[in-house]
């Protein structure tokens, strides 16, 4: 009786052993993708968050360095990389183009009140957009500048003497958008002469911002009404129902204003 005791549980033993060795593993590996999937995922979509960033000002350095009649593309990825096997809950984004308003190049004043179109990608919850030279970063109802537009550049001639320029950029295409977890390619093209006109007679000048990213607008704005004050020229920032209103007063100073409005075609794919 007592060797028939022994020989079962020779045989339960291996068993045993066996759902032991099944459990510790799968506890490890619970633990495991409890802990690093969550870690590694927030890692891939920071690194996807950074590319996006780089390719809007990628795609900002490229218009601001387009000739006339010449053309470039950026591609910009979608999604993040995934983890094999895993569920990954964020999908790609979406690329859009949102053309201006169709205004005649008649005067900075009405091409300034207009809006003036933009490109976006919206991913997870946030957006990147380039609007007339600026990068933008927008997330829970706030949009940061991200990097600074050259709307706006002041140059000295002497002491008493300067020429303000305004540098306006208009998107031109199709309203449209893709969306998908490649690679899409925004592809410019400046197909228009800038339009470059001179105001020797004018000592006070006003210019609007009709955008949907007025905190970031409002940001570069002020900081160049602090710049202005600097070397002597008046300058006052206000709202002016939804849009932004910049007044520029030389005073004393001889001020000399152009204004350039470049059109770029804008297609993704």
Do not use: C
Request: charged share 20%; aromatic share 6%; glycine share 12%.
């Amino acid at each position: 009786m007592g060797r028939k005791l022994h020989a079962d549980e020779r045989g339960i033993s291996p068993v045993l052993g066996t759902a032991l060795l099944l459990g510790m593993i799968l506890t490890a590996s619970t633990i495991f993708l409890a802990v690093w999937v969550p870690g590694e995922v927030n890692r891939r979509e920071r690194e996807h968050m950074q590319g996006v960033e780089g390719s809007f000002r990628e795609l900002k350095v490229m218009i601001e360095d387009l000739g006339v009649g010449e053309n470039g593309g950026v591609d910009l990825k979608m999604g993040p990389d995934t983890i094999p096997l895993v569920p990954n809950p964020k999908g790609g984004g979406t690329l859009s183009i949102t053309p201006a308003e169709n205004v005649e190049q008649e005067n900075l004043e009405n091409i300034m009140k207009s809006d003036l179109g933009h490109i976006g990608f919206d991913w997870g919850g946030w957006s990147w957009v380039y609007e007339s030279g600026m990068v933008v970063f927008v997330q829970d109802n706030m949009n940061l500048m991200k990097s600074p537009p050259g709307l706006v550049t002041v140059m000295q001639k002497n002491e008493n003497n300067f020429e303000v320029h305004f540098n306006a950029i208009r998107v031109q295409g199709v309203r449209g958008s893709v969306s998908g977890t490649g690679t899409s390619t925004v592809t410019i093209s400046e197909n228009a002469l800038p339009l470059t006109k001179l105001n020797p007679n004018e000592n006070v000048v006003t210019i609007w911002i009709n955008s949907g990213y007025k905190d970031a607008w409002r940001e570069y704005l002020t900081n160049k009404v602090d710049e202005l004050g600097a070397i002597g020229i008046n300058a006052v920032l206000e709202n002016e129902g939804n849009l932004l209103k910049l007044t520029i007063n030389g005073g004393g100073k001889n001020i000399e204003f152009y204004q350039k409005v470049t059109d770029i075609e804008v297609r993704v794919d």
